[in-house]
Nanobody, 119 residues
């Protein structure tokens, strides 16, 4: 089992910044990927960004140029620095840890952290 604890959400004005953190503990696989997803009301959960253990990143188009994902392997923690936030970025942000080759057999989600962006 893997436990994920997210922090850093909150209310920010349009154009502002937030930094999300997600600390993982438990049976963490050696080749896991860490990522951030988000879900706005009435919409499906969508990818924001992912990062492999060696630092290969992948971003949704909506996040490119504004968000930066990073990780500290020693702390099993992933971060999401969000700049130039827009009202459409408002959502519940979820941390995910997974091993792609194992599919649902190794896939864990955090409880989510709310990000609200006022215009």
């Amino acid at each position: 089992q893997v436990q994920l604890v997210e922090s850093g959400g909150g209310l920010v004005q349009s154009g502002g910044s937030l930094r999300l953190s997600c600390a993982a503990s438990g049976s963490i696989g050696s080749s896991h990927v860490m990522g951030w997803y988000r879900q706005a009301p009435g919409k499906q959960r969508e990818l924001v960004a992912t990062i492999t253990k060696i630092g290969v990143t992948n971003y949704a188009d909506s996040a490119k140029g504004r968000f930066t994902i990073s990780r500290d392997n020693a702390k099993n923690t992933v971060y999401l620095q969000m700049n130039s936030l827009k009202p459409e970025d408002a959502a519940v942000y979820y941390c995910k840890v997974y091993i792609p080759s194992l599919g649902s057999r190794y896939e864990y989600w955090g409880q989510g952290t709310q990000v609200t962006v006022s215009s």
